[in-house]
């Protein structure tokens, strides 16, 4: 199996590193000018992952046409134009994986949908979701995940091709719902840190709770099935999101409620924007979100927003 991973951030080097691993054609794309490619071009590490001779490092895109499988991990923001630029290459009968958490401010659409938009119609698209970091899975700690497609075949296909012993996939059934949890976790790790940069860390069981269930709400508001948020791309990813020394949006709620610079990508921080428009397209609560989002975008007091979905008005456990 040929593969191009496209992205050299951490996610996509440790994805490049991973199939590369389990006996994978694999070419790592990168853009010439990006400081991570020259990095890896230089180093062959990038402080987190050695990529072996045996895994291909190239800034030439043209390295789709010859693949089977292009497996993607950009920021959601840039993804479509990436695609803009992946059109042009009018590609046929390959399979997308979209290794990446979010939904696009402008449009609320997410990246699955986003995908299919600029490509034939003999391409399939799947997505590769669910808990881990690359420093533990690097060090051989293992976990399991998600793939998940609109095509039956497609999903069991790379299941069984990705699967090894380090991650065990699970096939998910929910394409809407496994996305949109997925991209909703990393808005309750924002609200996380701020909890520990407050040190009210013992509150997280209940934003653990209550955000599970307002992602719920907003699956079924969207036309999903509402338990996708108990699964492995939402509520089984919390313990990498909400509690992991490595989580960039656990850091970042961190920072912002001590004051303090984080300069590393944090995408909850554009998906509580995104997630406001849709609170407001389907008519849905989202508290959380909306602390988040006043935090981050409004300025508003991290404390208080946090502190106040606390003392709102008494409710039902599951309501």
Not at 12 to 33: C, M, P, Q
Not at 71 to 78: E, F, I, K, R
Not at 89 to 96: M, Q, R, T
Not at 224 to 240: I, K, T, V
Request: glycine share 8%.
């Amino acid at each position: 199996m040929k593969i191009t991973v496209i992205g050299t951030g951490r996610w996509g080097s440790f994805i490049a590193w991973y199939l590369n691993h389990i006996g994978k054609d694999v070419t790592l794309y990168g853009r010439e000018s990006s400081k991570k490619f020259q990095e890896f071009k230089n180093t062959k590490s990038n402080g987190l992952i050695e990529i072996p001779e045996s895994l291909k490092l190239s800034s030439d895109l043209d390295n789709v046409i010859d693949s089977e499988v292009i497996v993607v991990s950009v920021g959601a923001q840039n993804f479509r134009d990436l695609m803009k630029q992946l059109q042009e290459y009018k590609l046929k009968n390959k399979i997308f994986v979209l290794c990446m958490k979010g939904i696009e401010i402008a449009s609320t659409e997410r990246l699955s949908q986003i995908a299919e938009q600029y490509l034939d119609y003999t391409n399939r698209v799947a997505v590769w979701l669910g808990p881990g970091h690359v420093q533990e899975f690097y060090k051989g700690v293992p976990n399991c995940m998600v793939i998940d497609s609109k095509d039956e075949n497609c999903k069991e296909y790379l299941v069984k091709e990705f699967s090894s012993s380090l991650i065990r996939f699970y096939y998910g059934n929910d394409l809407l719902g496994n996305e949109i949890g997925a991209a909703a976790k990393n808005v309750i790790g924002i609200a996380a840190g701020v909890l520990d940069g407050l040190g009210l860390s013992s509150l997280k069981g209940a934003l653990m709770s209550r955000g599970t269930r307002e992602v719920s709400r907003l699956i079924e508001k969207m036309g999903g099935n509402p338990l996708s948020a108990y699964g492995l791309c939402h509520l089984g990813d919390y313990e990498a999101t909400v509690f992991s020394e490595f989580s960039h949006n656990r850091r970042f709620g961190e920072m912002m409620a001590k004051k303090e610079t984080f300069d590393k990508l944090a995408e909850g921080y554009f998906t509580s924007k995104a997630m406001m428009k849709l609170k407001e397209k389907y008519n849905v609560e989202l508290p959380i979100t909306e602390a988040v989002y006043n935090a981050c975008y409004l300025n508003k007091d991290p404390k208080l927003e946090i502190e106040s979905l606390f003392l709102r008005s008494i409710k039902h456990e599951f309501a």
